[in-house]
């Protein structure tokens, strides 16, 4: 059976040693087609802001750290979820944090919208894994 690739994934993150070390694992999967990459919070929003016209160029797929500046993962989530009547298609948004408080995990298991709480670092396996249950 053929793998389904994923379009378009985010990767919201402001360690830029992260980022690159995510966009590569992404990238080795050969299971999605764009990846773009955030510094914080407001850029996502507003990149999907810009897009709700066009649901086509959003993403399938958001990797979100909680913990970043100008706006981090908590406030992204409930400007996402402000917007989310206005988005024409399903996002899966994947908490990835290098915090292991319960507190932020129960917190953002109880967010519907939130698909998984995943602590860093990120395995190519877990990501193949996430990528192929959409």
Do not use: H
């Amino acid at each position: 059976m053929p793998v389904k690739t994923c379009e378009t994934i985010y990767v919201v993150d402001d360690d830029e040693t992260y980022q690159f070390i995510v966009k590569r694992v992404i990238e080795e999967t050969r299971l999605v087609n764009s990846i773009r990459v955030f510094s914080n919070g407001l850029e996502a929003i507003e990149c999907i802001e810009n897009s709700i016209s066009q649901p086509e160029s959003l993403p399938e797929v958001i990797l979100l750290d909680l913990w970043m500046p100008v706006m981090d993962g908590w406030e992204f989530l409930e400007k996402y979820l402000l917007l989310k009547p206005k988005v024409g298609k399903r996002i899966y948004i994947y908490i990835v944090s290098s915090s292991i408080n319960p507190i932020d995990v129960q917190r953002a298991r109880n967010i519907t919208e939130v698909t998984d709480y995943v602590v860093k670092p990120i395995t190519r396996d877990k990501l193949v894994s996430m990528l192929q249950s959409l």
